[in-house]
């Protein structure tokens, strides 16, 4: 019974000794019978013993090093267990904008409103006043137009506030 | 002008228009009852017109302010309004043409623009005359012409006012409104007068001086609702009696708004004067900064005194009240405490 060819990488581990005994013998006997299969293997032999003879090809200067920094520059920092400050303002940014913020505009709004609220209220109640039929509108217009001066921040005399 | 007599008879077919069902004794003027005068002098406001100078002395704060007034009125609801003394209010001009009012303060090269001041138009309400006592207190002449001197005064109040109503026309030439712990807080008077005298239109329509400018000062004045509508309308329990100390009567309420405040207007009536609750949000409206303490109504209660007008403000239940009056802070503060009782409506 003839032994079938073997594929290159079946001879290269031959040469290497990496087949197992019962395979090492069974590509002896087919050595023996195939021309081919002998051809093949004496030229990788040959090749490997030209390869073994070269001598190792020197390093350039500084590559390691310079590989070495390219790794380091490329390299991906680890996360650090704190947040980085640009993470921290945008966070408080957000804290400002969505909490202080309408917090102190609420704030500012309440003062207004206790500021100028009464005045707010005193022109509204003369204004309800002049379903009054008897009441006096030069009084009525009086009490409206200082109303709506004060509204304005204005003294309704022109005094200095 | 019409004829003085033909004028009485539209007046009193007006005034037999609106008069209440029910009978009172009431003493008589020349055939005239004291109620026919009362409405002859609101009935005046809308068939006659007239033009005139008058004195106004107003109680603010602690002194009177006398002020000149240059007013006119064309029927039925347009009116202007030119204040010419003190110096502080020499200027001032206010037009009314019954739906908006316009004011045009000159040192501030500016107008507001507001709701119409005008009295209602039409029949007086039945309803004008309730909870107050009028009587007749004789007859005076006020430059010259003859009046009927009318008090009104609430039934379960205090203070009256006194109108010196014109017999020909009933247009009120003096007025005065006295307090009993502060006298007279309020009088004017006319130091001339004349009547129809056909004044034109443009006179009663404003004209925005070149450059000047436009404020509002609100939107106009929206009907009295019920209680329960009020606090729909702004999602805000209302806990207001129908009645307060002195007489005065819950007449209805309104939202109204001024900037981002939010409040309910609750309007309060004794036959007489007027008193304004307003209810806010606590979230909405701060403590006022201003006004002097008062120590019945608990820290931040302050009472202030704005012109004419007296407020108390002060804060129960997560909401700010504020009542306005031109009564004595002591009136307020009595309404005050009834309001902050424990009550179910």
């Not at chain 1, 031959?14 to 030229?43: K, M, N, V, W």
């Amino acid at each position: 019974m003839r032994v079938p060819h073997r594929a290159a990488r079946q001879i290269s581990a031959y040469i290497d000794g990496e087949l197992t005994p019962a395979e090492q013998a069974e590509f002896r006997a087919h050595l023996e019978h195939c021309a081919s299969c002998r051809r093949e293997e004496e030229e990788l032999r040959r090749t490997s013993r030209l390869i073994r003879r070269l001598a190792p090809p020197a390093v350039p200067q500084g590559l390691a090093d310079a590989i070495g920094e390219l790794i380091e520059r490329q390299r991906v920092p680890r996360r650090s267990s704190w947040p980085r400050p640009a993470l921290v303002v945008a966070t408080a940014v957000l804290v400002v904008v969505l909490v202080a913020v309408p917090a102190l505009l609420g704030h500012r709004d309440r003062l207004r409103a206790a500021e100028g609220g009464p005045d707010v209220f005193v022109r509204l109640a003369a204004e309800a006043a002049a379903g009054d039929p008897f009441m006096d509108r030069a009084f009525l217009g009086l009490v409206t137009t200082d109303a709506s001066l004060r509204l304005a921040g204005e003294d309704p005399r022109g005094r200095t506030r | 002008m019409r004829a003085p007599g033909t004028l009485w008879l539209s007046v009193l077919a007006l005034a037999a228009l609106a008069l209440p069902s029910q009978a009172q004794p009431v003493p008589r003027l020349g055939g005239v009852t004291v109620l026919e005068v009362a409405r002859h002098a609101v009935i005046a406001q809308q068939i006659v017109d007239y033009e005139g100078t008058k004195v106004l002395s107003v109680l603010r704060g602690d002194s009177m302010e006398t002020t000149t007034v240059s007013e006119a009125h064309k029927r039925p609801g347009k009116s202007r309004l030119e204040y010419l003394s003190p110096e502080g209010l020499a200027g001032r001009v206010v037009i009314d043409d019954g739906l908006t009012s316009w004011h045009y303060e000159p040192r501030l090269h500016t107008v507001f623009e507001g709701p119409s001041l005008a009295p209602p138009s039409g029949v007086p309400s039945p309803g004008l005359f309730d909870r107050k006592r009028i009587s007749l207190l004789g007859t005076e002449e006020v430059i010259g012409r003859p009046t009927a001197v009318l008090r009104m005064e609430p039934l379960a109040g205090r203070g009256e006012r006194r109108l010196w109503v014109d017999r020909t026309t009933g247009v009120t030439l003096r007025y005065e409104e006295r307090d009993p712990e502060e006298g007279l807080v309020m009088t004017s008077y006319f130091t001339r007068i004349s009547f129809g005298l056909n004044m034109p239109d443009a006179l009663f329509r404003p004209r925005v001086p070149a450059g000047a400018r436009v404020v509002n000062v609100g939107p106009p004045t929206a009907p009295l609702l019920p209680v329960a509508e009020v606090e729909k309308s702004l999602r805000l329990p209302l806990p207001v009696p129908e009645t307060l100390p002195g007489g005065f009567v819950l007449a209805g309420g309104r939202a109204v708004e001024s900037g981002l405040l939010r409040a309910a207007h609750m309007h309060y009536r004794d036959g007489a004067r007027s008193v304004a609750l307003f209810v806010a949000r606590s979230s909405q409206m701060g403590p006022p900064g201003r006004g002097e303490p008062v120590a019945e109504l608990g820290p931040g209660a302050r009472s202030l005194t704005v012109g004419v007008m007296r407020l108390l403000l002060w804060e129960d239940g997560g909401r700010r009240f504020t009542l306005v009056g031109p009564l004595p802070v002591a009136d307020l503060v009595s309404m005050a405490l009834a309001l902050s009782m424990p009550r179910a409506r």
